[in-house]
């Protein structure tokens, strides 16, 4: 039984990480749409050199400012992209202690932090006061709470890339597609990171 319990964990766990990456790669792929609607082979490719090495927040941070360069500050397209940035600022640093971190899956006598059904997910950090070994504890159920949070997000800033693919017809695709950008965000608005 136990047995099954850390399969299904260790699972989870590396679909969090996967999923995360996916969202990144959407954000990879509105720097393709901004800059080159029209793209080609050598577009998608000249984006890839561009955004090498790049992790999460530099790539948030950086389609954020191609919004505001492209559609200005004050623009629908800019403010719903923020909303969606906001909201996945919230899972990067999760992210890091996922994939630098410690996980524990059951519990250890050694580690006192540790439960049975849970990953115990440590990333330790020097704080003023000192060490925070900074423990978490995620069962199943958060777990796919969290993977269900990162399909929210992708789902979002696919239907941002759709409105920001048609720059003829944009308000028409804006008003289709707003609400459902604002619903994948209101389902993230329960969701304790």
């Not at 260790?10 to 995360?20: M, N, P, Q, S, T």
Request: negative net charge; charged residues 25%.
């Amino acid at each position: 039984m136990e047995e099954n319990v850390n399969s299904e964990l260790i699972k989870l766990y590396g679909e969090f990480v996967l999923k995360f990456e996916f969202v990144c790669s959407r954000i990879r792929f509105m720097f393709l749409k901004i800059l080159y609607p029209n793209n080609d082979e050598k577009q998608r490719n000249i984006i890839e050199i561009m955004t090498e090495w790049l992790t999460a927040d530099p790539l948030r941070r950086k389609v954020n400012a191609l919004m505001i360069e492209f559609y200005g500050k004050e623009s629908e397209i800019y403010e719903t992209a923020f909303r969606i940035s906001s909201k996945f600022i919230q899972f990067i640093e999760l992210r890091n202690s996922f994939a630098h971190g410690t996980a524990f899956i059951g519990q250890y006598d050694f580690i006192h932090e540790t439960q049975v059904g849970t990953i115990a997910l440590r990333h330790p950090k020097l704080k003023k006061d000192g060490l925070d070994l900074n423990f978490k504890n995620f069962n199943r159920i958060k777990l796919e709470e969290l993977i269900n949070g990162l399909n929210s997000l992708d789902r979002a800033y696919s239907n941002l890339i759709i409105i920001i693919s048609h720059p003829e017809q944009e308000s028409i695709f804006y008003e289709r597609f707003y609400t459902q950008i604002t619903k994948e965000l209101g389902s993230l608005d329960l969701l304790i990171i």
